[in-house]
């Protein structure tokens, strides 16, 4: 069964830099994107981007210049790194693993636990 | 603002049927057969209930249901039960490369 576990700072000023990290834990890293979503404070999800084990990536246009996702394959672990934050940036955010390829056309699943992100000065 | 929409709240009594909309364009829900729902429970992670319009995973019940017209998906959630209430999401490729979402439905079971 797979699972994914993440973490990383949850207080930030702004214009720092969001760092996070998420840990696959069984079944296959390479054969899947693995993805960045994040959940504001009583509003909808929002995709963030997507990384395989190669490190191709894709990126939400919206926030593509602020973005960056890495990846350590030997570890299978995905990075999500968010410059310049502000308080839009407030949120829950989560790993997964998209299934059907990139943009994950089959849907998200498993998902991490979540690490709520604060920006505050 | 979402780019899909979806009703703030629906509700049902237990054993009733209850139908969640999700209305988008043909850039994305019209457009594609990527077209799936999540449910979350307050503190807990998205799960996964729908894929490619009306596919359900493993262990998903067959209770919950997709379809889409048009624009427009929708989750049926037939014979609710206490535990189907919780936050459902749908979600989208979209043309431009990028994954849409709506801003979510809060089920109440009454």
């Known amino acids: 069964q797979v699972q994914l576990q993440q973490w990383g700072a949850g207080l930030l000023k702004p214009s720092e830099t969001l760092s996070l990290t998420c840990a696959v834990y069984g079944g296959s890293f390479s054969a899947y994107y693995w993805n960045w979503i994040r959940r504001p404070p009583g509003k909808g999800l929002e995709w963030i981007g997507e990384i395989n084990h190669s490190g191709s990536t894709n990126y939400n246009p919206s926030l593509k210049s602020r973005v960056t996702i890495s990846v350590d394959a030997s570890k299978k672990q995905l990075s999500l790194k968010l410059s310049s934050v502000t308080a839009a940036d407030t949120a829950v955010y989560y790993c997964?693993?998209?299934?059907?390829?990139?943009?994950?056309?089959?849907?998200?699943?498993?998902w991490g636990q979540g690490t709520l992100v604060t920006v505050s000065s | 603002q979402s780019a899909l929409t979806q009703p703030p709240s629906a509700s049902g009594s237990p054993g009733q049927s209850v139908t969640i909309s999700c209305t988008g364009t043909?850039?994305?829900?019209?457009?594609?057969?990527?077209v799936s729902w999540y449910q979350q429970h307050p503190g807990k992670a998205p799960k996964l209930m729908i894929y490619g319009v009306n596919k359900r995973p493993s262990g998903v019940p067959d209770r919950f249901s997709g379809s889409r017209s048009g624009n427009t998906a929708s989750l049926t959630v037939s014979g609710l039960q206490a535990e189907d209430e919780a936050d459902y999401y749908c979600?989208?490729?979209?043309?431009?490369?990028?994954?849409?979402f709506g801003g979510g439905t809060k089920l109440t079971v009454l």
């Open positions: 043909s850039s994305d829900v019209g457009g594609y057969n990527y």
């Open positions: 997964a693993r998209g299934l059907g390829g990139s943009y994950s056309q089959l849907g998200l699943d498993p």
């Open positions: 979600s989208s490729y979209a043309d431009s490369n990028n994954v849409v």
